[in-house]
């Protein structure tokens, strides 16, 4: 089966620096690997999707991510953090046998000091 | 346009009682899917339809749970015999059809069991 970790619960940054959220992901094929967040009492939004296409995936409000085989990791980025950034992000890997059943790591909770 | 909503928002019921979870998907999405997401972890798959038919139901933790999707459209989850243990965000996601594309979530309902 398919999986993620994400190595850190919390993340704290101040605004106008670089957003490093680190995920990684175990795979016994090669994977669709996806970012959400989910801002306090809204619906999860997906961030950007990797679907074995060029490996630096660039996805909505200034993020991106960058699928690693070599270290099995898929690592959001964003270079100037945004109070509007404070949220919970989840790292997110497809798996089941239509590809569809999505497997969510156990979140980070990004804060965003001014 | 309108995007996935659930019903109720926000439900409390006592141990032992039967509940129904409504999920309004968006129109014309042939895929519907139900995640259970419990305090403090990331979201985790229940159950996947493919237009009426459960293409994935092994998410369902057990016999209590129960999903349909009668008409291909609005999809309802079922809990028998609610335990304390079932108190977690009820999230259903759609999508156009089952191959890759986006998941869009709804808001979620917030059971709770006393």
């Known amino acids: 089966a398919q999986s993620v970790t994400q190595l850190d619960s919390h993340v704290s940054v101040s605004e106008g620096t670089p957003v490093l959220l680190r995920c990684n992901y175990s795979s016994s094929y090669s994977p669709s690997l996806f970012w959400y967040v989910q801002h306090p009492n809204k619906g999860l939004q997906l961030l950007l999707k990797y679907t074995s296409a060029a490996t630096l995936v660039k996805g909505i409000n200034g993020f991106e991510a960058e699928f690693k085989k070599s270290e099995t990791s898929f690592h959001l980025t964003k270079p100037s953090a945004h109070m509007s950034d404070a949220a919970e992000y989840f790292c997110v890997v497809s798996d089941g046998r239509y590809g569809n059943k999505l497997v969510f790591g156990a979140g980070t909770i990004l804060r965003v000091k001014s | 346009g309108a995007g996935v909503s659930q019903t109720p928002s926000n439900k409390v019921t006592e141990k032992g009682k039967y509940v129904e979870l409504r999920c309004d998907p968006i129109?014309?999405?042939?895929?519907l899917y139900w995640y259970r997401q419990s305090l403090g972890q990331g979201p985790e798959f229940l159950i996947y339809?493919?237009?009426?038919?459960?293409?994935?139901d092994s998410g369902l933790p057990n016999d209590r749970f129960f999903a349909v999707r009668p008409e291909g459209s609005v999809s309802t989850l079922k809990i028998q015999r609610t335990e304390r243990g079932d108190s977690a965000v009820y999230l259903c996601?759609?999508?156009?059809?089952?191959?890759?594309?986006?998941?869009?979530f709804g808001p979620g309902t917030r059971l709770t069991v006393l």
């Open positions: 996601a759609s999508s156009l059809n089952g191959v890759l594309n986006e998941q869009f």
């Open positions: 339809f493919q237009g009426t038919g459960a293409a994935d």
């Open positions: 129109s014309g999405h042939t895929a």
